[in-house]
């Protein structure tokens, strides 16, 4: 597997635990062209869902926000009707990159084995995640699927 490049900064919890859900599809082929629409304009990303009976969702969500308030604001500016609020605290962090390319490439090699990785930039480090969650322990979940599949990461908080 692709490692970071170089040493850089351990990531630091922002504290934007809220993003935008725009809507659920049990079929990741739609997911994945509705993911693409919205990549125009917003950073977009999927999270793969297992809803027991009901079976697995793919959930779209846009952005990272530091309360409610803030990602409500948002689908009002950007007018996205029927759009949820999701407090999602916990995520997989894979790695930390000095280029989009060095990301890019881990981001291929995990969605090779099914995850949906997504990159988040700050202060020009690329910080490659998979997974959104409410609570730790769903979190916790993928951080093992990953690790069987040979990815290290770490659970943060968003």
């Known amino acids: 597997m692709a490692k970071p490049t170089k040493q850089l900064k351990p990531y630091v919890p922002q504290r934007y635990p809220y993003a935008i859900h725009i809507a659920s599809f049990q079929s990741l082929d739609t997911a994945t062209e509705k993911l693409a629409d919205y990549r125009r304009g917003f950073q977009a990303y999927l999270v793969r869902t297992n809803l027991g009976e009901k079976g697995i969702w793919y959930r779209l969500f846009l952005g990272h926000f530091p309360s ?61 995640f998979v997974g959104a969650h409410p609570t730790a ?13 040979g990815f290290s990461s770490d659970l943060i908080e968003r």
């Open 68 to 128: 409610a308030t803030a990602a409500l604001d948002a689908i009002k500016k950007y007018q996205l009707q029927g759009a949820l609020v999701a407090r999602n605290r916990f995520a997989c962090l894979v790695g930390a990159y000095a280029s989009t390319a060095a990301a890019d490439k881990t981001a291929l090699q995990l969605g090779d084995k099914g995850f949906l990785p997504y990159t988040v930039t700050i202060n020009k480090v690329y910080y490659l």
């Open 137 to 149: 322990d769903a979190a916790r979940a993928l951080l093992m699927n990953l690790a069987a599949s």
